[in-house]
Nanobody, 115 residues
Framework: QVQLVESGGGLVQAGGSLRLSCAHSGSIFSSNVMGWYRQAPGKQREKVAGITTGGTINYADSVKGRFTISRDNAKNTVYLQMNSLKPEDTAVYYC?????????WGQGTQVTVSS
């Protein structure tokens, strides 16, 4: 069974940076997408960023130019570098891995950006 373990959340001031990490263990899939969704209280879940096995990347419009997603194949880990953070980025960030048949979720990490 695949496990996703994520870390890197915390409390920062507006304009600061955080780096989220998500490592997967278990079965290694030849084709998948890894990334993050986020959810703030009372709001719909929003896809933040994703990266395919082949390196194709997509971002939500709200984070383009500020967030960077990358993969480290040697460590089976995906990273989300978040710069120029804004209060509206405050949410629980959930790592995911989407395969051809299932989606796996991390435990979530809280990101809070103060003004």
């Amino acid at each position: 069974q695949v496990q996703l373990v994520e870390s890197g959340g915390g409390l920062v001031q507006a304009g600061g940076s955080l780096r989220l990490s998500c490592a997967h263990s278990g079965s290694i899939f030849s084709s998948n997408v890894m990334g993050w969704y986020r959810q703030a209280p009372g709001k719909q879940r929003e896809k933040v960023a994703g990266i395919t096995t082949g390196g194709t990347i997509n971002y939500a419009d709200s984070v383009k130019g500020r967030f960077t997603i990358s993969r480290d194949n040697a460590k089976n880990t995906v990273y989300l570098q978040m710069n120029s953070l804004k209060p509206e980025d405050t949410a629980v960030y959930y790592c995911y891995m989407q395969t051809t048949t299932r989606i796996y979720w991390g435990q979530g990490t809280q990101v809070t950006v103060s003004s």
